[in-house]
């Protein structure tokens, strides 16, 4: 009878703790989850910039609307945070087979006094076909930023040179240019592929 009760009991107990865990996740991640206003980025429709690409073609904003996008920010400079995240990026677009096809994937320097169009356009190189590279004047790179809701800075080094510290996620946008998600910086491969088509699937 003392073992029965004792049971009883902390299957209760259990039952508890997995409704607050439920609640919990539904509140902070899951679809309960207040947006942070003035954190997320703007619709791809509300953004104004101005850039070229690593082939010298003038884009902005309408640029991307229209497919899924895929979005980074970094510098060719960059030691470990750049090259590995464009590799991910690469790997998922492999992933994704043919529907990589469909998605517009941006990498968009913060350091545009040495990442010159030729920089870029090497660069890219390196990595998955897909993936095109973007530059432009300091002004314009700072306005695009701020429409991202990214952020950047130039930080001196003790040899004298410097680096950039930056916004190391990756952003998604689906076909209309709303906002989908974000994937963050070593995210897993089964997290973040199936970020990637939630934006593929995003009806326009």
Known sequence: ??????????????????????VGWWRVDGPGAPEPEG???LPLSAMSF??????????GPETL????????FGFTYCPDVCPTTLSDISGWLDDLGDDATEMNVVFITVDPARD?????????????????????????IAQVVRGFRASYER??????????????????????????????????????VPK?????????
């Open 116 to 140: 010159t169009v030729e920089t870029m356009e090497e660069y890219v190189s390196y990595f998955h076909s897909a993936i095109r590279g973007w530059t432009g004047s300091e002004q314009q």
């Open 155 to 192: 930080v001196p080094t003790e040899s004298g040179d410097y680096t950039m510290n930056h916004t190391a996620s990756v952003y998604l946008f689906g076909r209309s240019g709303r906002f989908v998600s974000m994937i963050d910086y070593h995210e897993p491969r089964e997290f973040a």
């Open 65 to 72: 609307i229209g497919r899924p996008s895929m979005v980074f």
């Open 1 to 22: 009878m003392r073992r029965r009760a004792i049971l009883s009991y902390c299957t209760a107990g259990v039952g508890a703790l997995a409704l607050a865990l439920f």
């Open 39 to 41: 954190q997320l980025p």
């Open 50 to 59: 101005r850039l070229t690409d690593h082939e010298g073609n003038e884009v």
């Open 196 to 204: 990637i088509r939630r934006a593929l699937e995003e009806e326009t």
